[in-house]
């Protein structure tokens, strides 16, 4: 089993920029891949990024441009950064893991309001 728990999340306004941070515990040395979702209100959980344990990196369209995944193996810390927020930007993050299941952390709110 492996757990996942995000931070960072938060209120920020238009412009602002966010760092999430999600840690992973438990069977860590399974995991190959990590990565960052989203889900909007009303929508479908999106990716935003995902990272390999070599550190390449793959962003889905909502993660291009403004999103930057990386990671720290030691740690077993990933992180999105995000810059210039757009009210778009709302909804929960998700980290996830991927070993020869999928898991996933709680979520973490990320509000973009003036």
């Known amino acids: 089993q492996v757990q996942l728990v995000e931070s960072g999340g938060g209120l920020v306004q238009p412009g602002g920029s966010l760092r999430l941070s999600c840690v992973a515990s438990?069977?860590?040395?399974?995991?190959?891949?990590m990565g960052w979702y989203r889900q909007a209100p009303g929508k479908q959980r999106e990716l935003v990024a995902l990272?390999?344990?070599?550190?390449?990196?793959f962003y889905g369209d909502s993660g291009k441009g403004r999103f930057t995944i990386s990671r720290d193996n030691p740690k077993n810390m990933v992180y999105l950064q995000i810059n210039s927020l757009k009210p778009e930007d709302t909804a929960v993050y998700y980290c996830?893991?991927?070993?020869?299941?999928?898991?996933w952390g709680q979520g973490t709110q990320v509000t973009v309001s003036s």
């Open positions: 990272i390999t344990s070599g550190g390449g990196t």
């Open positions: 996830h893991a991927r070993s020869s299941v999928h898991y």
């Open positions: 438990g069977r860590v040395s399974s995991i190959s891949t």
